[in-house]
């Protein structure tokens, strides 16, 4: 499966983006879909996670309530809807595809349990 992030921009505090996971693939609803950020000198974290159907979420505890995940299966594409945004959301954003529900059970997002990734996209909060 190839994935293709876009939606990245900067963006001032306190604004929004959405952004956008598009799959190459019709197989794309037999996945559950992450979104990950990484930040310069830091490792890649897991921020929101949403089940194959979309009827199950997950969310880091520094994005609940600011960013909403959410997928339409029939585009092939998932999205991560982000609210009042901080200097510390800024970060390249990845999406990638597990068959494995540990976020939606577990609230842990282990990146050797996703298999499919994208190329990022660049997401710069500043004023």
């Known amino acids: 499966v190839e994935l293709v992030e876009s939606g990245g921009a900067l963006v001032q505090p306190g604004g929004s983006l959405r952004l956008s996971c598009a799959a190459s693939?019709?197989?794309?609803?037999?996945?559950?879909i992450g979104w990950f950020r990484q930040a310069p000198g830091k490792e890649r974290e897991g921020v929101s996670c949403?089940?194959?159907?979309?009827?199950?979420?997950y969310y880091t505890d520094s994005v609940k309530g600011r960013f909403t995940i959410s997928r339409d299966n029939a585009k092939n594409t998932a999205y991560l809807q982000m609210n009042n945004m901080k200097p510390e959301d800024t970060a390249v954003y990845y999406c990638?595809?597990?068959?494995?529900?540990?976020?939606?059970?577990?609230?842990?997002?282990?990146?050797?349990?996703?298999?499919?990734w994208g190329q990022g996209t660049q997401v710069t909060v500043s004023s």
């Open positions: 990638a595809t597990t068959p494995f529900a540990t976020a939606l059970e577990l609230g842990d997002m282990p990146l050797r349990e996703y298999d499919y």
């Open positions: 693939e019709d197989t794309f609803d037999h996945y559950n």
């Open positions: 949403i089940s194959s159907s979309g009827a199950s979420t």
